[in-house]
């Protein structure tokens, strides 16, 4: 599924938090990896010490690479990892996501919060325009991230899976496997996470929630009726959840399933940050057949919210005719 990664870097150390996750993901998926450092046209002078660093920075990760497909051992006549560093002038998000696109790239993978000793361009902004705009997964890694959940660090992985019930959310689902399957999917914990909305639809009720009075006003059971929708929504959540647990166990993966009531955003940033994950896998933009909550928005706060590494696909919803 992946065959090439894009690691842009400012040149700074905050930027480098990504280097556990390139050399794992560079040596046991066999993965080619550009570093791509992107500076002004204004500053050309200095592009060698620009162009000394990204070099610098790709031995490194091709040296630790190699060492990861020893641990894991893949055997030295395998495929030759290519790690290289790359320099282009111009703006940060808008070259990076023209590298991307003419470069037959197929996952980016960057900081989020980085400020450059070198050249200073903020991570987090940068990110944040390459991850709307990306035709590619972006693995995103926040600077701060807890020594608990870098992914080198653990010999199992967590990883975290909200879907909201939509076909469109569950385009992530080849890529939850292909990533748990990298480092050993008898290694890796999924959980599936779906979210009911408490106070969906509870705008009207139908005749079944409403009753009339000898006086002849009509009334509803907000509570009794709202109760039992909940019940309903957990119900349908649940089974939506089995089917998508039987489909990645019978394709080898270990999952479980875990159904909660409330703001969607809300609930998957309380629930990943009581049970800090390694990685966290969603979509950014698609609706629910069941509970309509766009991704994006969610995205977007679950991203705020956290600490662990966010993986995200962006989606998009077909034409109408």
């Keep these: 599924m992946y065959k090439r990664m894009l690691v842009p870097l400012d040149g700074s150390e905050l930027s480098e938090v990504v280097f556990p996750y390139a050399k794992e993901l560079a040596g046991r998926l066999g993965?080619?990896?550009?570093?791509?450092?992107?500076?002004?046209?204004?500053?050309?002078?200095?592009?060698p010490l620009y162009r000394a660093y990204i070099e610098h920075k790709a031995e490194i990760i091709k040296r630790q690479s190699q060492e990861v497909q020893g641990k894991v051992g893949i055997e030295p006549g395998g495929k030759v990892l290519e790690v290289r560093g790359e320099l282009v002038a111009g703006y940060p998000a808008e070259e990076i996501l023209r590298y991307?696109?003419?470069?037959?790239?197929?996952?980016?993978?960057?900081?989020?919060?980085?400020?450059?000793?070198?050249?200073?361009?903020?991570?987090?902004?940068?990110?944040?325009?390459?991850?709307?705009?990306s035709n590619v997964p972006v693995w995103l890694v926040r600077t701060e991230i807890p020594e608990g959940i870098v992914y080198d660090k653990w010999p199992k992985r967590t990883m975290l899976v909200p879907l909201d019930g939509s076909e469109l959310a569950e385009t992530?689902?080849?890529?939850?496997?292909?990533?748990?399957?990298?480092?050993?999917?008898?290694?890796?914990?999924?959980?599936?996470?779906?979210?009911c909305e408490s106070g969906a639809a509870l705008?009207?009720?139908?005749?079944?929630?409403?009753?009339?009075?000898?006086?002849g006003a009509v009334h509803v059971m907000p509570q009794e009726y709202a109760r039992g929708e909940a019940a309903k929504y957990k119900i349908l959540a649940e089974q939506y959840?089995?089917?998508?647990?039987?489909?990645?166990?019978?394709?080898?993966?270990?999952?479980?399933?875990?159904?909660r009531a409330g703001e969607p955003a809300e609930e998957i940033v309380d629930y990943a940050n009581t049970n800090p994950f390694n990685l966290i896998v969603m979509s950014t933009h698609a609706r629910s057949g069941l509970s309509r909550w766009a991704y994006g928005s969610v995205a977007t706060k679950v991203l705020q919210g956290v600490s662990s590494p966010v993986f995200l696909v962006r989606t998009r919803q077909p034409e109408s005719a």
């Design 172 to 195: 992530i689902l080849p890529h939850v496997e292909a990533l748990a399957k990298q480092r050993g999917a008898e290694l890796v914990d999924v959980v599936l996470l779906r979210v």
């Design 203 to 215: 705008g009207y009720y139908p005749p079944s929630a409403r009753f009339e009075t000898p006086t």
């Design 100 to 133: 991307a696109d003419e470069r037959d790239i197929d996952l980016i993978l960057m900081a989020t919060h980085g400020r450059s000793g070198i050249r200073r361009w903020v991570m987090g902004s940068v990110a944040d325009k390459v991850l709307r705009a």
């Design 31 to 47: 993965l080619d990896v550009i570093l791509l450092h992107v500076h002004s046209p204004e500053e050309g002078k200095t592009s």
């Design 241 to 259: 959840l089995a089917g998508i647990e039987q489909r990645l166990k019978d394709a080898g993966l270990r999952v479980r399933a875990e159904v």
